[in-house]
C-alpha cells in the first residue's frame, strides 16, 4: 500500500508540473499548438482560367462569366458567355454580352489595329465604344421569319461610335467617297481593317440596315463577307 501510495504521490507531482508548464507557458504568451495547415499553391494563369478566358485576362479586359441564355424557340444560345466591360481603359458601352472567342477577337482588334489607326488618323485614344448591339436571340435584321442572326450565337457586335480621349465623339455614318475628312478616312479604314479579324464585315453602303454602324461577326466561312 505505501508502494502504491507512493507512485500516486509521483504521478500527482508530475501531472502538477506538467499543469504548470504548459499555464506558465500560455501566460507567457506561447501560442497553443494547432494543426500543421495544408501549403497554399498559387496556381498558374494557365492551370486557374484555361483556354480563352485565360487569353481574356491576359489581354488585359475586364469582364464576367454570365449564365447562357435560354435557346428558345429560335434555338439562340452562346458558347462560353462574358460580360465584357473593359480593356486597358477602353469601355464598352453598354457591356457587351458575347461568346468568349468574339470578345476576344473584339479586344484583340480594339488594341492593335484600332488604336493604331485611331491615334494616326486621329491623334488620340479610344476611351469608349459604343455598341448598338451584341447578344440578342432574333433573325437578321430584325426581320420576322428571316435566317437566326450571328447575334443570337453571341458571335455578333455592332458598333455605332467612339468617344476618344480628347473628348471628340466619332459616329458611324454614310459619307461621300470623296470625303477626305479624318472622320470619313477613319471609316474607309476600320471597314478595311476588320475585314479578316472578322468573317462579316458590313456597315454604310452595304444595305439599308447598317447605315448607323458597323456589324462585325465570325460567322463560318470559307472567306471573309466584306460590304
Known sequence: MRHGSAVLVRLAVVLSLGWAGTASAQAAGDPAPRPREKPVVNLPLSTAASGCTAQLLEAGAVFRATPSPPAGALGCGIDDPVRLDSVAG?????????????????????QRPLTDE??????????????????????????????????????????????????????????????????????????????????????????????????????PRNAAYCR
Open 90 to 110: 477602353t469601355v464598352f458601352r453598354p457591356r457587351a454580352v458575347l461568346s468568349c472567342v468574339t470578345a476576344l477577337k473584339l479586344v484583340r482588334f480594339l
Open 118 to 219: 485611331v491615334r494616326a488618323t486621329m491623334n488620340t485614344d479610344v476611351k469608349t465604344v459604343h455598341v448598338a448591339a451584341s447578344y440578342a436571340c432574333r433573325g437578321r435584321n430584325r426581320q420576322a421569319g428571316a435566317k437566326l442572326s450571328e447575334h443570337g450565337y453571341g458571335r455578333a457586335v455592332d458598333i455605332r461610335g467612339l468617344t476618344f480621349a480628347d473628348g471628340r465623339r466619332w459616329d458611324v455614318s454614310p459619307r461621300r467617297d470623296n470625303d477626305r475628312s479624318p472622320a470619313a478616312r477613319l471609316q474607309r479604314r476600320v471597314r478595311a481593317l476588320a475585314c479578316g479579324p472578322f468573317t462579316t464585315v458590313l456597315g454604310p453602303g452595304s444595305d439599308a440596315y447598317h447605315d448607323d454602324h458597323f456589324h462585325f461577326d465570325l460567322a
